[in-house]
């Protein structure tokens, strides 16, 4: 079989392969394989790269540069490794999404909960009544796959 051949023939069978492996998912960032009867929904931070899977609440109307998720009855801040990738500003409320990445706590600065306000286009008057940090659940994914 002529090389140019089967490396076309690999290559078409590896697409289908992740297409059929990742149910139809749209990915923004790094592609991730999984399997989604093995997808956490319990949030335990570690060091180590998980997958975690929940509905999303919100993104960022503004740019798409951050996503509120639901996991497991708690509310998961995800922000996007190096503000490398973007998912969309609306429309996927409601959606599942699953994340790759690393999950931490976090101390939200007043600083940032008021742009993470202004970008959510609370009212001058709301963000100004931000006044203390908040510890939160924050998730630095490298990838999200959102089902369609």
Known sequence: MDFRIFLN????LSLISVYSQNDGSKFYGEEFSFD?????????????????????????PMKGC???MLVAN???LVRFKDYGFF?????????SAIVNGFLSVDT???A??????????KKNEEIMKIKKPKIT??????????QE
């Open 112 to 121: 940032q909960l008021r742009h993470y306000a202004e970008d959510a286009g």
């Open 66 to 68: 951050w996503m509120n």
């Open 137 to 146: 659940l924050s998730f630095l994914a490298d990838g999200v796959a959102i």
């Open 9 to 12: 023939l690999f290559l078409v």
């Open 74 to 76: 708690d509310t998961v």
């Open 36 to 60: 989604i009867e093995n997808v956490g929904v319990s949030l335990k931070p570690s060091l180590s790269r998980i997958k975690v899977k929940g509905e999303i609440i919100s993104t960022c």
């Open 108 to 110: 939200l600065s007043v």
């Open 87 to 95: 998912v969309p500003k609306k429309g996927v409320e409601g959606s």
